[in-house]
Nanobody, 127 residues
């Protein structure tokens, strides 16, 4: 059974950076496309970014474009989300989720398409 474990969340100040990690076990990372998804208090979950097994297609939520970068290390079964210039609107629980590879990624934002989910890591931004 595939399991995902996120780490790296913390309490930071506006403008700071965090590197979030997602480790996959029980399978091979190169068999899966991975998304980072966040949920702020009282709000719906939203997809933040996505990486296919080959890592060539990496779309972003418009609100984080230019500040966040997704990457993956298939050999280490890890996916990362580098979050720079964090803003007060970025705090949320950040989840990683996996679905089988294949497809063109055009529906990367569709949360129902992800089969496996981690339990999340908390990012708090406060001055």
């Amino acid at each position: 059974q595939v399991q995902l474990v996120e780490s790296g969340g913390d309490l930071v100040r506006p403008g700071d950076s965090l590197r979030l990690s997602c480790e996959l076990s029980g399978g091979f990372l190169n068999h899966y496309a991975i998304a980072w998804i966040r949920q702020a208090p009282g709000q719906e979950r939203e997809a933040v970014s996505y990486t296919e097994s080959g890592g060539s297609y990496t779309p972003y939520l418009k609100a984080v474009e230019g500040r966040f970068t997704i990457s993956r290390a298939n050999a280490k079964d890890n996916v990362f989300l580098q979050t720079n210039r964090l803003k007060v609107e970025d705090p949320a629980v950040y989840y990683c989720a996996a679905r089988g590879r294949g497809g063109d990624g055009s529906n990367w934002w569709a949360l129902s398409t992800y089969r496996f989910w981690g339990k999340g890591t908390q990012v708090t931004v406060s001055s």
